[in-house]
């Protein structure tokens, strides 16, 4: 009696003469490892679980991959940053992957430049407010209780602040490259 084969099986049988190139494999081990870094790294940024854990999670990698998945980590942390909300929580993992000198370096080049951002900030919400108030009075509408408030939910100013928050990234990664820092 002839074998009922399983798709699977079918599927196997003609697929076995395909493997993947060295770049292809090359490309699904980064993969991997940036998924097996990301996992524990979004548990801790959600706050289920310390630094320690995501730092013990690190060394588990395989000795080989534990400088990329600590780079890898730390890119990612770098794209969290928010120049607007509080970073202690990433900070903090960064001092468990490079230590006390690492944190200080990133709070080096951090703060200034979180400064710098919510100074611009004023200044661009002051400026939006003058134009409001001008196209308002342009319109015929004056007076003492009017006020000209920026709206968040404007497309346009959204889209200017994403573009002021990229640029403050950005600016932390181009900090942190500078040997000097």
């Known amino acids: 009696m002839a074998k009922i084969k399983s798709t699977l099986d079918l599927i196997m049988e003609k697929t076995k003469h395909l493997s993947l190139n060295t770049e292809e494999k090359d490309a ?37 991959t534990i400088e990329e998945g600590k780079r890898i980590c730390l890119g990612l942390l770098m794209d969290r940053l928010s120049p607007q909300e509080d970073n202690g929580r990433i900070l903090a993992a960064v001092e468990k992957i490079l230590g006390e000198a690492g944190h200080e370096r990133w709070e080096k080049v951090l703060a200034p430049l979180q400064r710098q951002f919510l100074d611009g900030l004023k200044q661009a919400r002051e400026a939006a407010a003058d134009r409001c108030r001008e196209a308002l009075a342009a319109a015929g509408l004056k007076g003492p209780a009017l006020l000209a408030r920026v709206d968040e939910q404007d497309p346009t100013w959204k889209e200017k602040q994403e573009t002021r928050i990229q640029a403050f990234r950005a600016s932390v990664k181009t900090g942190l490259q500078d040997p000097q820092m």
């Open 28 to 64: 699904l081990e980064q993969q991997q490892l940036r998924q097996r870094v990301q996992a524990p790294l979004v548990r801790y940024l959600k706050g289920e679980r310390d630094a320690n854990h995501l730092a013990h999670e690190l060394n588990l990698l395989p000795p080989e």
